[in-house]
T-cell receptor, first 115, second 114 residues
Framework: ETGVTQTPRHLVMGMTNKKSLKCEQHLGHNAMYWYKQSAKKPLELMFVYSLEERVENNSVPSRFSPECPNSSHLFLHLHTLQPEDSALYLC??????????????FGEGSRLTVL | AQSVTQPDIHITVSEGASLELRCNYSYGATPYLFWYVQSPGQGLQLLLKYFSGDTLVQGIKGFEAEFKRSQSSFNLRKPSVHWSDAAEYFCAVGASDSWGKLQFGAGTQVVVTP
């Protein structure tokens, strides 16, 4: 496989469920990101991981919990979500450092529906 | 803080006609500018990018964009659209120290009619 792969592509969950979204990048990049895409709103940056350390958390509710076990994998653990959390969750990766320009490579997204 | 405005939420264009999508940014220094395209049910794909040098940049799928510092704009163009160009287009701005934390515009939905 190449690029950035996200699973599952579609997820329906109740407000009391616990589920996880998975992202894997095959590009050798050193930074990974979670973005939230809701209808009629710009993409919202949720979390940034650089070299497996979280470098940014954009005031995301604690019911979203990211995990980055290594530079190729990123998870988003979901617990006690609300219906307004229904959205497309996009994972991205980039190569950061001197001489690099922060271009993001996106996965196809995980469409989450919270009932 | 950087910001991006895409004034047109929705554009309808006939197949074979030209297309121009507007993007205005706000940033104190020289920005890194990007255009991404998103087809239904898909992630975002990079069309082109500008960092420095020639202000007219060429991208994939026949797209080009021109950086105009005086107008704080980075408009996307295509001379002749194809039905497969129907998608949503996002302009984004970043900086050398932004660690990929791009600021995205709200997007422009392009509909292509026969």
């Amino acid at each position: 496989e190449t690029g950035v792969t996200q699973t599952p592509r579609h997820l329906v969950m109740g407000m009391t469920n616990k589920k996880s979204l998975k992202c894997e990048q095959h590009l050798g990049h050193n930074a990974m990101y979670w973005y939230k895409q809701s209808a009629k709103k710009p993409l919202e940056l949720m979390f940034v991981y650089s070299l497996e350390e979280r470098v940014e958390n954009n005031s995301v509710p604690s019911r979203f919990s990211p995990e980055c076990p290594n530079s190729s994998h990123l998870f988003l653990h979901l617990h006690t979500l609300q219906p307004e959390d229904s959205a497309l969750y996009l994972c991205a990766s980039s190569q950061e450092g001197t001489g690099n320009t922060g271009e993001l490579f996106f996965g196809e997204g995980s469409r989450l529906t919270v009932l | 803080a950087q910001s991006v405005t895409q004034p047109d939420i929705h554009i309808t264009v006939s197949e074979g006609a030209s297309l121009e999508l507007r993007c205005n940014y706000s940033y104190g220094a020289t920005p890194y500018l990007f255009w991404y395209v998103q087809s239904p049910g898909q992630g975002l794909q990079l069309l082109l990018k500008y960092f420095s040098g020639d202000t007219l940049v060429q991208g994939i799928k026949g797209f080009e964009a021109e950086f105009k510092r005086s107008q704080s704009s980075f408009n996307l163009r295509k001379p002749s659209v194809h039905w497969s160009d129907a998608a949503e287009y996002f302009c984004a701005v970043g900086a050398s120290d932004s660690w990929g934390k791009l600021q995205f515009g709200a997007g422009t939905q392009v509909v292509v009619t026969p």
